[in-house]
Nanobody, 115 residues
Framework: QVQLVESGGDLVQPGGSLRLSCTAPGFTSDSCGMDWYRQAAGKQLEWVSSIGIGTDGSTVYADSVKGRFTISKNKAKDTVYLQMNSLKPEDTAMYSC???????WGQGTQVTVSS
């Protein structure tokens, strides 16, 4: 198991934006793909978004974030991003990234949406 490092979590007001990053030395998103998950306090783990393998990895989103979140990757930086716009209080959670295909796992970064 290889450790991914997430960053970008913060406290933000409703309607605001954040960009989460997920990276590890040597991680190759083209070969591995990436999933973002989130877990709110007292709730089950929820899948958020995925980007597939290949140069133009296909992207998919949970209905709860479709149209507001965008997953992307920067191959040169070995980094996958989750751009989150129009944030709502119900988006508050610990967000983590993982790539089971390549056995990469992250610990998470906290996102809190509150006024």
């Amino acid at each position: 198991q290889v450790q991914l490092v997430e960053s970008g979590g913060d406290l933000v007001q409703p309607g605001g934006s954040l960009r989460l990053s997920c990276t590890a030395p040597g991680f190759t998103s083209d070969s591995c793909g990436m999933d973002w998950y989130r877990q709110a306090a007292g709730k089950q783990l929820e899948w958020v978004s995925s980007i597939g393998i290949g140069t133009d990895g296909s992207t998919v989103y949970a209905d709860s974030v479709k149209g507001r979140f965008t997953i992307s990757k920067n191959k040169a930086k070995d980094t996958v991003y989750l751009q989150m716009n129009s944030l709502k209080p119900e988006d508050t959670a610990m967000y983590s990234c993982r790539s089971p295909l390549c056995n990469y796992w992250g610990q998470g970064t906290q996102v809190t949406v509150s006024s």
